[in-house]
């Protein structure tokens, strides 16, 4: 069964650092990448990130870059996005999901996934 399932979700104060996780099952992350989107409310839902396939690389929008990390644990099929340096911008429901191809160009848009988690709450408050 394919399967999404992010968690690590929390509230944080304004300059705090949280982590979240999406663990995979059903497929490897040798066959697909992996983005993560956050929605606000009463916004669309927005790209964050995405890590490619054989050769792990990344890709950030611009508002997180330098404060986001993503990254993959193979042996667990679980991908990573370390946030620091938090903003109340921030706050959303962040989802992954899984996409043929993540470059500079592509992965870059939901309607570019086909398989996604249930998202957990991001919550930058003080």
């Known amino acids: 069964q394919v399967q999404l399932v992010e968690s690590g979700g929390g509230l944080v104060q304004p300059g705090g650092s949280l982590t979240v996780s999406c663990v995979i099952s059903g497929f490897t992350l040798d066959q697909y990448s992996i983005g993560w989107f956050r929605q606000a409310p009463g916004r669309g839902r927005e790209w964050v990130s995405c890590i490619t396939t054989i050769d792990a690389r990344t890709f950030y929008v611009d508002s997180v870059k330098g404060r986001f990390t993503i990254s993959r644990d193979s042996t667990k099929n679980t991908v990573l996005l370390q946030m620091n340096s938090l903003k109340p911008e921030d706050t959303g429901v962040y989802s992954c999901?899984?996409?043929?191809?993540?470059?500079?160009?592509?992965?870059?848009?939901?309607?570019?996934?086909?398989?996604w988690g249930q998202g957990t709450q991001v919550t930058v408050s003080s």
């Open positions: 999901a899984a996409t043929a191809i993540c470059d500079a160009y592509n992965g870059h848009s939901q309607v570019e996934y086909a398989l």
